[in-house]
Each structure stands twice: as structure tokens, then as C-alpha cells.
């Protein structure tokens, strides 16, 4: 596997960073998954925004978002496969233990991995850890992923694909890497950003193409709604069949299945 790495590409197996890389040490990089199809970058310009403004809200360097589309086109040149999942990391670079911080400037790295397809639904599991609504890195795509990381193994251990997280408020919020809708007396809603959720690139497309609307709910709302389903890059739309000890028969539910049905007529135009 080839991948970018400040400026060339590089065999993944011996290409390095610096060990004292700021998005090592301290975790102050910024981070995009993208969904590469047959080698088509799904949505590369609101990834790239998202990207900017995640760095920006973090103080990093404005990067340069033409060498990370240059470095996004070699990574899928160099690596054809059907279903990638590209990501683009951009961090601080190295940090203050190195007298060169300044010199080197930040790191990129651009990576590509092959990926299945996600099945139709999924389980997920609440977990009791909350996401801070008006934290400094709120709505910001850092790599300070590490509760996410935590809240999955949970979700893993107890054979589900996803966790979701309430914001300090009790409010419903996200997933450790996706977007969650819940389907009330028909309708389907999200929370608002304000939640302290990410701006989902598949939220927003979701939001765009079924008329979701925006609203704030209560974590109770996963034990009435009729039907839940997530949005990510790499799930799409993903119904879900069981939260918690909740199981919802006949996933995905009609007004699932149509907003998958819409989304995929939609994103293959785009
Ligand atoms: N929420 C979080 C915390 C995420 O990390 C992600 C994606 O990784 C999402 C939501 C979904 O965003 P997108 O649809 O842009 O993949």
C-alpha cells in the first residue's frame, strides 16, 4: 500500500513521521474519512471545508488544500481497490520536546485502506459518558479520539457496532463516528448541532435530501422512537435494529428504507 506522506508518496510499511509529531504527543491534529469508490473521492469538497475549519478551530496552519487534493488523487491512483476508506490526517507537526518545531511546519499524511461493505442495520448501545455541547473542541474533527475509542470497545464487547453518547445536558448527541436520526410519528429528526454533535457530511446530505428536521431530544426518545437509523461516511444510512436491550422488528422500517433509497439515488448523482 502506498500512502502520502508530506509530500510524496511512500510504501506504508517504512514510511515515517516524526515520534515527536504533535498529533502524536499531544493530539492536536485534525482528520477526514472519506469513502473512495472505484477510485471517486464521495464529496472531497465539504470533506475539505470540514477539514479547514476543524484546523482553523484548533489554530493549526491553514493548510493547503490543493496538495491534499494532489495527495488524495496519488493515494487512489497508487492503490486501486473497490471500496476504500481514504484518510487524510494533518496535524501540528513536531512538537515543542523538538528544537525544529516551526521548520518542518505541519504533517500530512494521506492513507487508503479497502473496506466491506457495511450490512443494512446495526445494534448499538448507549453508553454513560457524555459529550461537553460548548467545549473547545466541539464540532471540531480532532484526533483526539480516545473516548471514542473506549465507548466502540464497549460497543464491541457487547455486540454492538456503535455507541451513543448524551450530551451534559442528558440530550441525545452522536455516535463515536456517526450521526444518529430517530423516525417520531412518521417524521425523522436529528439532533441540532448544538447537541455538540459533528457536523456529519451524511447528516448534512440527509438532512438535504429527506427533509429531516433538526431537533433537540431526550436520550429517552431511543425507547419510543419508531424507527433509529445512523449516518456516516462509511454506513451511509445504517438502520438500526436493537439499542441496547431494545430490539426494533422490521428493520429498516418503511421510512428507513425510503431515506436509503433516496440518499443513494442522490449521492450517486453528486
Ligand atoms: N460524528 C463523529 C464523532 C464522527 O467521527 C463522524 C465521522 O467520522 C460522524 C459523526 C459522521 O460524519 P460523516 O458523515 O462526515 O462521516
Redesign the pocket.
Known amino acids: 500500500m502506498k500512502l502520502w506522506v508530506n509530500g510524496g508518496l511512500q510504501d506504508q510499511d517504512t514510511a515515517t513521521v516524526s515520534v515527536l509529531d504533535h498529533g502524536l504527543t499531544v493530539g492536536d491534529g485534525v482528520f477526514e474519512?472519506l469513502k473512495a469508490e472505484n477510485g471517486r473521492l464521495f464529496a472531497l469538497d465539504l470533506h475539505l471545508d470540514r477539514l479547514a475549519r476543524s484546523a482553523r478551530g484548533l489554530g493549526l496552519p491553514e493548510p493547503d488544500l490543493d496538495e491534499i487534493r494532489r495527495a488524495c488523487a496519488a493515494v487512489v491512483d497508487a492503490n486501486p481497490m473497490r471500496l476504500g476508506r481514504l484518510r487524510i490526517t494533518y496535524t501540528g507537526g513536531l512538537s515543542p520536546l523538538g528544537s525544529e518545531r516551526g521548520d518542518t511546519g505541519p504533517s500530512l499524511v494521506v492513507a487508503i485502506g479497502e473496506v466491506g461493505r457495511r450490512p443494512d442495520s446495526t445494534a448499538v448501545v448507549t453508553v454513560p459518558w457524555t459529550r461537553n455541547e460548548r467545549g473547545a473542541l466541539t464540532g471540531l474533527?480532532t484526533t483526539s479520539y480516545a473516548e471514542?475509542v473506549l465507548a466502540l470497545a464497549r460497543a464491541h464487547s457487547q455486540g454492538a457496532s456503535e455507541a451513543l453518547f448524551a450530551n451534559t445536558v442528558g440530550r441525545l448527541c452522536?455516535?463515536?463516528?456517526?450521526?444518529v436520526f430517530v423516525v417520531l410519528d412518521g417524521r425523522i429528526h436529528t439532533p441540532p448541532l448544538t447537541s455538540g454533535?459533528?457536523a456529519?457530511?451524511?447528516?448534512r446530505l440527509a438532512v438535504e435530501w429527506t427533509g429531516a428536521q433538526e431537533t433537540d431530544l431526550p436520550m429517552g426518545v431511543l425507547d419510543s422512537a419508531e424507527e433509529i437509523f445512523l449516518?456516516?461516511?462509511?454506513r451511509d444510512i445504517q438502520a438500526v435494529h436493537r439499542v441496547d436491550a431494545r430490539e426494533l422488528p422490521g428493520t429498516p422500517g418503511p421510512v428507513t428504507a425510503k431515506a436509503m433509497e433516496v440518499f443513494a439515488e442522490r449521492a450517486a448523482l453528486l
Not at 452522536?174 to 450521526?179: D, V
Not at 456529519?200 to 447528516?203: D, E, H, S
Open positions: 474519512t474533527k471514542n452522536e455516535g463515536t463516528g456517526s450521526n454533535c459533528l456529519g457530511i451524511t447528516r449516518t456516516s461516511t462509511l
